[in-house]
């Protein structure tokens, strides 16, 4: 069975930077290669929301909230992908978990909080 676990979050000021990780374990090289991944992000009181995607070929995609600001990337021989969050703001306050897409298979999350 297929886990992920996501790193990386933390406090940081308003116009800061943060890297999340996202590692799948229980998978080959192969299948994770193959997976379609995507970021998401839940603020208290607030819906799951969408935030990015790459595909099994490295296409990017972004939600427009994060577009321009956010890269997605993936390392296959790690088993990772990552999410660069640059010019933070508050509103991006959230616990962000990453997915297969397709798949009911989440991480725990790991929370982002940006000081205004």
């Known amino acids: 069975q297929v886990q992920l676990v996501e790193s990386g979050g933390g406090l940081v000021q308003s116009g800061g930077s943060l890297r999340l990780s996202c590692t799948a374990s229980?998978?080959?090289?192969?299948?994770?290669?193959?997976?379609?991944m995507a970021w998401f992000r839940q603020a208290p009181g607030n819906r799951r929301e969408w935030v990015a995607n790459?595909?099994?070929?490295?296409?990017?995609s972004y939600s427009a909230s994060v577009k321009g600001r956010f890269t997605v990337s993936r390392d296959n021989g790690k088993n990772t992908v990552y999410l660069q969050m640059n010019r933070l703001t508050p509103a991006d306050t959230a616990v962000y978990s990453c997915?297969?897409?397709?798949?009911?298979?989440w991480g725990q999350g790991t929370q982002v909080t940006v000081s205004s």
């Open positions: 997915n297969i897409l397709g798949r009911n298979i």
């Open positions: 229980g998978s080959e090289f192969e299948e994770f290669s193959g997976y379609n």
């Open positions: 790459i595909l099994f070929d490295s296409r990017p």
